[in-house]
């Protein structure tokens, strides 16, 4: 807190900034983490909206259980989804675990799936994943991952992403534009039926990050 009379340095909202809110403390119980991140939500939202923003959640499992203060949370970060628009915000959720807030699964754009191998977890995003609903294969080459207009079904797919290397997601965007073809002949499509396996670059951090405790 600035001390009165201080010239402390505005944290109104500017490109690049970036607030990070740690609440990783072993003494912070879920309960607890869900009800401070809820208010620094609705700080964070009520600011003069200067740039687009995003808010990111890692890690959700960890503290979106099935308490009320996690209700409310669930609720302010479903409402904040549906009025993305209006808000300049967009919202990133990451997790190990899919079952633990169903409903964010039907508002989701664009849903990346790395490697898993339990069935309970397939059964639920199957319920909210457009592409993964039941379906008969209607021809066509299924190796074809490019322009795939082979409709797998669950099984298949689920034989896809338990196949799937250290790094490497299954990325399923209806609206998303991806180039067929060649370089010289590409053309753009949708990827509506059909998804995209992608490569994630190496990431920089280290096991246990980098920390006084780590080291």
Request: net charge neutral; aromatic share 6%.
């Given at each position: 807190?600035?001390?009165?009379?201080?010239?402390?340095?505005?944290?109104?909202?500017?490109?690049?900034?970036?607030?990070?809110?740690?609440?990783?403390?072993?003494?912070?119980?879920?309960?607890?983490?869900?009800?401070?991140?809820?208010?620094?939500?609705?700080?964070?939202?009520?600011?003069?909206?200067?740039?687009?923003?995003?808010?990111?959640l890692d890690?959700a499992h960890?503290?979106?259980?099935?308490?009320?203060?996690?209700?409310?949370?669930?609720?302010?970060?479903?409402?904040?989804?549906?009025?993305?628009?209006?808000?300049?915000?967009?919202?990133?959720?990451?997790?190990?675990?899919?079952?633990?807030?169903?409903?964010?699964?039907?508002?989701?754009?664009?849903?990346?799936?790395?490697?898993?191998?339990?069935?309970?977890?397939?059964?639920?995003?199957?319920?909210?994943?457009?592409?993964?609903?039941?379906?008969?294969?209607?021809?066509?080459?299924?190796?074809?991952?490019?322009?795939?207009?082979?409709?797998?079904?669950?099984?298949?797919?689920?034989?896809?992403?338990?196949?799937?290397?250290?790094?490497?997601?299954?990325?399923?965007?209806?609206?998303?534009?991806?180039?067929?073809?060649?370089?010289?002949?590409?053309?753009?499509?949708?990827?509506?039926?059909?998804?995209?396996?992608?490569?994630?670059?190496?990431?920089?951090?280290?096991?246990?990050?980098?920390?006084?405790?780590?080291?």
């Amino acid at each position: 807190m600035p001390r009165p009379g201080s010239k402390a340095k505005s944290r109104k909202r500017q490109p690049g900034l970036l607030t990070i809110v740690d609440l990783s403390c072993p003494c912070i119980s879920p309960e607890t983490a869900c009800s401070l991140f809820n208010i620094c939500l609705s700080l964070f939202l009520e600011q003069d909206m200067t740039c687009d923003r995003v808010v990111a959640l890692d890690e959700a499992h960890k503290y979106m259980t099935g308490s009320p203060e996690s209700s409310v949370l669930t609720n302010t970060l479903l409402s904040t989804v549906r009025l993305q628009r209006h808000l300049g915000v967009r919202v990133f959720v990451s997790t190990q675990e899919p079952t633990i807030a169903p409903s964010f699964l039907d508002l989701c754009t664009v849903t990346i799936i790395h490697r898993f191998s339990s069935p309970a977890w397939l059964r639920a995003l199957a319920a909210h994943v457009a592409l993964m609903q039941q379906q008969e294969p209607s021809g066509g080459d299924p190796q074809d991952s490019q322009a795939n207009s082979y409709r797998e079904t669950p099984k298949e797919i689920f034989e896809e992403i338990v196949r799937l290397e250290t790094g490497e997601a299954l990325l399923f965007a209806p609206s998303a534009m991806q180039a067929i073809g060649g370089v010289s002949r590409s053309s753009m499509a949708k990827t509506s039926g059909s998804y995209i396996r992608v490569k994630v670059r190496a990431r920089l951090s280290e096991d246990g990050g980098r920390s006084v405790l780590a080291d």
